[in-house]
């Protein structure tokens, strides 16, 4: 194999200092608060919270919008944050997984549910689902099983086969019902 | 289990890792940034097979922001293949040509997506760019993507340097076969087609590294199932001490198989790369990679026969087939012996003669994933005796009753080795009750006699089926774990095994509070940390809970031993007057003359005086547990299936597992290892292929091509449950990761069949899909003139007890 002229391949610094690259100051909210970050315009929304933000709890299974993990609530709305780009949240409210919680010790009630109904294994694909279903349940409070399964439908899970995810959002329901 | 009256073993407890997973705050490799972090992109091979010309990568290093842009030859002594991760058993007359994957190709590509150049960069964006700047001049060569193509003579080959594209060949047999075929009265004989799929954890995998100078340590975060077995390769390989490598898989997304795997390339060059740049490094793969660098199963080619009497009990099999390995063969032999050794499953055979030969071909490389080979051998076998019941005008339940080892003959010995190199000996099993069980539970006379007529009145087709299986689960060598009793009275459990939601942070837990009494919510596991416990091997072939959980049971056994010798001690009372409770231990029946655990974990490290000669610190133990063998798991699966004879798209109606793993540690966490195995499983029986053109391209290469089932997919399974008890652990546990995915194949295949009812096309491969499915009605319309024709033989079909090897399949025949 013939190699190209040999240079220096490693060094602690950029072989060249200085990315030319655009760009742009953004503000962002996610989760009540406000974010300013100067970022490349093609930066992922998915990207921009794991990354700039440390908010790891969103995560990043395929990156084409299939499997859903990385879904967000953007103004309540679920949306695949990796099929947008950071700078179209601007103006929007982004909630995240880390947000559903009311404090460091409680869990939201579909959270606990997901823990009752064991609806989780490795738990990589949860936030996706917990952030998909609780538009969800604010539209259909009482929804039946055939309902839940259509609602996951765009989300994939690997180890559960789903099951426990719908006794887990049924649990939820039941729960949230007005006595 | 010595403690009958269990407190915490069995029990449906919560999972205590569930909070931090369902809150964001749990620790995935990809989450782990760190101040300075480089990021890696590898430019990869577009093509199946190539010779490398040039490799230019001047434009990428002079792209801002590009740290290192690196090729073989850059690597120089750090460049070798390697190693082979499992050594073929000591089969008599076994051939195998050991050709393990580089780090980095270097003269010639084998696979789609074999890595030719890294380019380390400030992020991951511009790693990518720089990625597209390396220009790869390749001179290619035929690709080698059939099976049967790959062995004829004056083939490419995969691997220059061999006579042929045969990897290795292996024979293991059992009684006379030609004496078995002699005397039956039935012989059915196909050729039986699995294809591949792939793992697809949602977690792709990620390696993190960082060399810190002054400590001189490494510290790796990987998505591996075998944490410890990567420090020692890596430490080896980079020239360190293994105590100065620290490997983490901390919450992985999801094993299944693949992230066994080692040495990746990727594992080997990142650290390389930390400690060659001086800063930390990452990679995570992307889902596009993940189809090509991350292992895949499951391609064979079987030609089997069954030899049987009239009253339809088996005399022998014989079976010729062939193994894809992909691009090179680092799992050795594991995923055919597998296929080899579970073909006989649940039942008596008294004559076996198998032989495959293993086939070198420019994909993806295989190494197990869920299941390692079972599926195969139990397609097989469960076909057979399908179309030997058809032949024989047996029902599917009657001629599996008629064949299973009955419950006084275990230990079963059938004489060949299995992928541990220990003898294939049964531990024990009793098959019948649980056929009895999901028989009722499907509600299958029932279905016979009123539901299937019924429907079919209606010009429905609805369809039954049972199938059973075998699993040789929690093979060794060995694991460890060390129980420790905190001062505050918490309990910290270490063990080696990586995790990748099978619940050990809970399992291990129950295990160890059976005998410490301690609520399971207030012990701590911690797994895949070598810096917590550094001996061990891994997670694969559902060996966890058999293990590494009889490990933590030997460990909390020696501390429980530890608690009553010194509280004996303290309390001045003999060690038989004492009982652990609630997290004390006691003089029974007088509360008052107690310890706190805690208390207890204090006073055994003191900080000043004198203690007797051999007095160890603590209340802390450690101990390691290696079965002899492995335990042999069993179940049977029954399912309800509607068939839409038009478009050929099914429904499943329901489904049933009837399980045994021994005794149960945590039921609901059994069950939930069962439904997704079940939904893996229905992915690979109908939904999921992975297809490659004649180049060795991979047609499937996204998710939006290679379908995951969806909830929409998979039905509610309802299980039961059988324990018999595994005499090779003290914990009476076998495993059940992998259960689930077995026999849904050859299930779906026998209840398919059953629904086209005499319109039904012989099924004999995997994956289906309604594509395939259709072609296959048609293809069997086309041979019988109609498609209401009676059930006549198809003429393409091989004659029986014909070797089958060169008949067409049934889908292949032309139309008329």
């Known amino acids: ?179 | 289990m010595e403690n009958l009256d269990h407190r915490w073993f069995g029990k449906r407890i919560r999972r205590n890792e569930d909070p931090r997973l369902l809150t964001g705050r749990a620790l995935f490799v990809d989450d782990v940034q760190l101040p300075g972090m480089a990021h890696v992109a590898f430019v990869r091979s577009p093509v199946a097979h190539a010779r490398i010309v040039e490799v230019d990568t001047r434009a990428a290093r002079a792209r801002p922001g590009v740290y290192a842009v690196i090729t073989a030859e850059d690597l120089g002594d750090y460049w070798q293949p390697g190693p082979l991760l499992v050594s073929p058993p000591p089969i008599e007359g076994h051939i195998f040509h050991e050709r393990t994957q580089p780090p980095l190709a270097r003269d010639k590509v084998r696979f789609v997506g074999e890595p030719v150049v890294v380019v380390v960069a400030e992020s991951r964006y511009l790693a990518e760019d720089a990625a597209e700047d390396v220009f790869v001049d390749y001179d290619t060569q035929t690709p080698v993507v059939d099976l049967e193509r790959a062995l004829e003579p004056g083939a490419e080959l995969v691997h220059g340097d061999l006579p042929s594209n045969v990897a290795a060949r292996a024979h293991q047999s059992l009684g006379d076969y030609e004496a078995a075929r002699a005397q039956a009265d039935v012989i059915v004989a196909r050729r039986f087609r699995y294809d591949r799929g792939a793992s697809a954890a949602i977690e792709n995998r990620a390696v993190v590294a960082q060399w810190d100078e002054r400590d001189q340590e490494l510290t790796m975060w990987d998505t591996t199932q075998a944490p410890i077995p990567i420090r020692n390769g890596v430490a080896t390989r980079l020239g360190l001490s293994h105590s100065q490598v620290r490997v983490i898989a901390p919450f992985v997304g999801g094993g299944f198989g693949p992230k066994i795997m080692m040495f990746y390339q990727e594992e080997l060059l990142v650290p390389w790369l930390a400690m060659r740049l001086g800063r930390p490094v990452k990679w995570t793969e992307d889902r596009s990679e993940n189809f090509f660098a991350t292992t895949q199963e499951r391609e064979q080619i079987h030609d089997a026969e069954m030899a049987l009497t009239s009253d339809g009990r088996i005399l022998g099999i014989r079976d010729r087939f062939l193994h894809d390995c992909g691009a090179y063969d680092t799992y050795g032999l594991t995923v055919p012996i597998n296929s080899q050794c579970t073909l006989l499953g649940p039942y008596l055979v008294p004559a076996y003669d198998s032989e495959f030969t293993c086939v070198f071909t420019n994909k993806t490389i295989v190494t197990p994933v869920r299941g390692a080979g079972r599926q195969h051998g139990v397609f097989v076998m469960e076909r057979l005796l399908d179309l030997a019941a058809r032949e024989l005008g047996l029902s599917p339940v009657e001629i599996r009753e008629r064949n299973y080892i009955p419950p006084d003959a275990f230990p079963y010995d059938y004489e060949i080795l299995y992928q541990d190199s220990a003898p294939l000996v049964y531990d024990s099993g009793d098959y019948a009750p649980a056929l009895a069980k999901a028989v009722e539970m499907i509600g299958y006379d029932r279905f016979i006699a009123e539901e299937q007529p019924a429907a079919r009145a209606e010009g429905r087709h609805l369809g039954i089926g049972v199938v059973s299986y075998v699993e040789g689960t929690g093979i060794g060598p060995y694991e460890g774990a060390r129980v420790s009793v905190e001062v505050d009275g918490r309990v910290t459990v270490a063990t080696g095994v990586g995790t990748q939601g099978q619940g050990h942070f809970t399992s291990f837990a129950q295990i160890v509070a059976e005998q410490l009494d301690v609520d399971p919510a207030r012990i701590r596991v911690v797994t895949g940390d070598t810096r917590e416990f550094a001996w061990g091997t891994g997670t694969f072939a559902s060996r966890g809970a058999v293990v590494a959980g009889n490990a933590c049971h030997a460990a909390a056994v020696a501390v429980r031993e530890k608690i009553l010798k010194l509280a004996a001690e303290l309390l001045h009372a003999e060690r038989e007057e004492l009982e652990l409770a609630g997290g004390r231990v006691l003089v029974r029946g007088q509360p008052e003359r107690s310890f706190a655990l805690g208390d207890l974990a204090a006073k055994a490290n003191p900080l000043r005086g004198a203690v007797r000669p051999g007095t160890e610190p603590g209340l802390e133990a450690t101990a390691y547990f290696g079965p002899d063998r492995s335990c042999t798991a069993s179940g049977v699966h029954a399912m309800v299936v509607e068939v839409d004879p038009e478009t050929a798209m099914i429904e499943l109606k329901r489904y049933v597992v009837v399980h045994d793993c021994g005794h149960v540690i945590n039921p609901m966490i059994v069950d939930g290892q069962i439904h997704g195995g079940v939904a893996h499983g229905i992915g690979n029986a109908f939904y999921e292929k992975l297809v490659y053109d004649d180049n060795g391209q991979l047609l499937t290469a996204s998710l939006m091509d290679y379908l995951l089932p969806t909830s929409l997919d998979v039905p509610t399974i309802q299980t039961a449950h059988f324990e018999t008890p595994s005499p090779l652990n003290p914990l009476g546990i076998k495993g059940v990761g992998e259960a689930g995915a077995i026999p849904v194949g050859a299930l779906f295949a026998q209840a398919i069949e059953n629904a086209l009812g005499d319109e039904a096309p012989e099924i004999l491969e995997i994956p289906l899909s309604p594509n395939r499915l259709f072609e296959l009605m048609t293809a069997r319309a086309t041979r019988t003139g109609s498609a209401a024709g009676a059930g006549t033989a198809a003429p393409a079909r091989p004659e029986i007890g014909v070797p089958a090897r060169r008949a067409a399949e049934p889908g292949e025949a032309g139309p008329a």
Not at chain 1, 75 to 103: I, K, W, Y
Not at chain 1, 143 to 167: F, K, M, W
């Open chain 1, 1 to 179: 194999m013939r190699g190209p002229e040999r240079i220096d391949h490693f060094s602690a610094r950029p072989f060249r200092e200085g990315a030319p690259l655009s760009t742009i100051p953004v503000q962002i909210r996610v989760n009540g608060s406000t974010y300013d970050r100067t970022i490349e315009p093609r930066l992922l929304l998915s990207d921009f919270l794991r990354q700039e933000l440390g908010l790891t709890g969103t995560h990043v299974g395929c990156e084409h919008g299939v499997c859903g993990a990385c879904t967000v609530q953007l103004d309540g709305e679920p949306v695949r944050s990796c099929l947008m780009f950071a700078v179209q949240a601007v103006g929007h409210d982004v909630s995240t997984v880390e947000g559903l919680a009311p404090n460091d010790t409680e869990l939201h009630p579909l959270q606990a549910a997901f823990r009752e109904a064991h609806g989780l294994q490795c738990g990589f694909c949860t936030p996706g689902f917990l952030m998909t279903l609780i538009p969800f349940l604010r539209e259909v409070p009482n929804p039946t099983p055939d309902q839940i399964r259509h609602a996951v439908s765009g989300n994939l899970c690997r180890c559960t086969g789903y099951q426990n995810i719908v006794e887990a959002v049924r649990l939820a329901a039941a729960a949230a019902e007005p006595v």
